[in-house]
């Protein structure tokens, strides 16, 4: 009697279980390993991405790394709140690089003992163009060295991001000042 119970109760459950799943399976993030860490250093100028409740109509997003002597990655991530003058706004994450992953993934610590996943799925031969992704494909960030890029070179990035399997339409384009003219 009580495997008969269990049998039906598994066998409602099945419905459920499989509407629970996130449709077909997704191939692995790309990986631009190996990451020369020292060269990846530096401002980032974040062009395009999936913001998140913290970064959302955020203006003039510059991420920051310096390689700390123990082998993190200081972080300093700033931006303007909804306009160029907007109010300045700063976070202090830490990240924490894989080297068995030729140093492409990281735990990016904003709170302890919290890493959230952070892959660089690939960088430009000269680190003048990085895309920043998660394997669950719900972030996504396209940076470059400087505030502006071509119109044709953003539309080849976002190509490279909607083949990673992302959507377009989830992407914004930052509002990016030139150099000369920030605060």
Known sequence: ???????????????????????????????????????????????AHIPTFMDRNAWNQVENYQLTPDGRIATTFSFRKAAFDGERKTMKPTGFPDAASGNAVWGMQFLWPIKADYRIAWVADDYSRTIVAREKRDLVWIMAREPVVSDAEYRALVQRVVAMGYAEAELFRVPQQPVNQRQ
Request: with cysteine.
């Open 1 to 47: 009697m009580r495997l008969t119970r269990r049998l039906i109760a598994a066998l409602c459950a099945l419905p459920f279980v499989a509407a629970c799943q996130s449709g077909p399976p997704r191939a692995p993030l790309p990986l631009a390993a190996p990451v020369d860490l020292p060269r990846f250093m530096g401002d980032w100028y974040v062009i």
